[in-house]
């Protein structure tokens, strides 16, 4: 008996879905964290304002032409569709396929993804001398999509490769899901958190999901990170929120599983 490869496993357990019946009209609020860039940089390094201006504008045709489906778009709901992943991909997009919006439907599970990252680059140095503790600010801010071509993975239809769908440590299986799902023009998906447990992230392919053309609410942070701990926190009108990670809560046998990593190279998508 001839054993199928692994690479023909994989996509037969795409291939038996029928993604476009499984399409449906859901609207959710979404969540993304970014960091701070409330002083342009371009300020440092001006003397006055219109030659921060003509200095931003040059640095502005320097970049990707922006896709008609962009236009009138916030930079910071255009800005992930504007790029191509990096060598690696990213988990539902291929080295060569167009960006996409990763977000998820909490903040905390936006801030798990945000912690998860800035302990990946701890990983990379030797010696971490300043790096070991990080006091810094992120952005947190909401915006809402909606669609009739959504396809949630976190429900029953995909109960026997959730798993695959999030794994920490792979992104083998997502991706081809992924290209599958941009051939019958998903709009977006739900999945599992990869590393919150009972949380949901969201993949949007389509930037004409987008209910609005900026963020809904936007939310300052402070962040402070060691080796062992993350915290964010912040002071608003409604009192005072600390959302807290421990890096133990992100590890297997004591390094941070994740597919890029194993490649030498990652990237702030899971």
């Known amino acids: 008996m001839t054993r199928s490869s692994p690479q023909t496993l994989l996509a037969a357990n795409v291939n038996r879905f029928n993604f476009a019946t499984l399409q449906q009209r859901l609207a959710r609020t979404t969540w ?14 001006t003397q006055n304002a219109a030659d921060q201006a003509r200095l931003e504008a040059l640095l502005e045709a320097s970049k990707p032409a922006l896709a008609e489906d962009c236009a009138g778009l916030s930079y910071l709901l255009f800005t992930p569709f504007r790029y191509p992943p990096l060598p690696f991909g990213s988990r539902f997009g291929g080295q060569f396929e167009r960006g996409i919006y990763y977000a998820a439907l909490t903040p905390e599970a936006a801030f798990a993804e945000c912690a998860l990252y800035l302990w990946l680059f701890q990983q990379g140095p030797q010696e971490l001398g300043p790096l070991a503790n990080i006091r810094d600010q992120r952005t947190a801010f909401s915006a809402r999509i909606r669609s009739a071509r959504a396809i949630d993975t976190c429900s029953e239809h995909f109960s026997r490769v959730s798993k695959k769908i999030s794994d920490p440590a792979s992104w083998e299986f997502s991706q081809k899901l992924g290209a599958a799902l941009r051939e019958v023009r998903t709009a977006y998906c739900l999945y599992a958190s990869p590393r919150l447990a009972g949380a949901t992230n969201v993949a949007v392919f389509d930037p004409k999901s987008f209910a609005d053309k900026a963020p809904r609410e936007i939310q ?14 912040r002071r608003g009108f409604d009192g005072s929120q600390t959302i807290e990670f421990e890096y133990s809560q992100f590890t297997k046998n004591g390094r941070i599983p994740h597919p890029a990593m194993h490649k030498n190279a990652w990237h702030e998508d899971a």
């Open 32 to 45: 993304r964290v970014v960091e701070t860039q409330e002083i342009a940089a371009t300020q440092a390094i």
């Open 220 to 233: 300052h942070w402070h962040l402070a990170l060691d080796t062992e701990r993350c915290r964010f926190s």
